[in-house]
Nanobody, 117 residues
């Protein structure tokens, strides 16, 4: 099972930027698809971005062009660079990992992102 620890959340003004990091341990990071979900109060958890073990990326329509997901397999870390932040991006952001060939998903504890208008 992969252990995931997120960091980088905080309070930022609209139009600002944040970079989230998620450090993984307990597994062979390079064979995991990694991604970020977010959940705002009263809303369901939604997929924000995903990056496969081969480096293919996919984004929610709402963040395309503003967010960039990347990974550094040497550091067992996945990143989410968030630019041009909007108040509607306010949520708890969760890192996840899914091992190749497995249906199970490992989750981080979440990091709060708050964007003020």
């Amino acid at each position: 099972q992969l252990q995931l620890v997120e960091s980088g959340g905080g309070l930022v003004e609209a139009g600002g930027s944040l970079r989230l990091s998620c450090v993984a341990s307990g597994g062979i990071f390079s064979i995991y698809t990694m991604g970020w979900y977010r959940q705002a109060p009263g809303n369901q958890r939604e997929l924000v971005a995903v990056i496969t073990r081969g480096g293919t990326t996919n984004y929610a329509d709402s963040v395309t062009g503003r967010f960039t997901i990347s990974r550094d397999n040497a550091k067992n870390t996945v990143y989410l660079q968030m630019n041009s932040l909007k108040p509607e991006d306010t949520a708890v952001y969760y890192c996840y990992g899914q091992r190749f060939g497995s249906s199970g998903v490992d989750w981080g504890q979440g990091t709060q992102v708050t964007v003020s208008s």
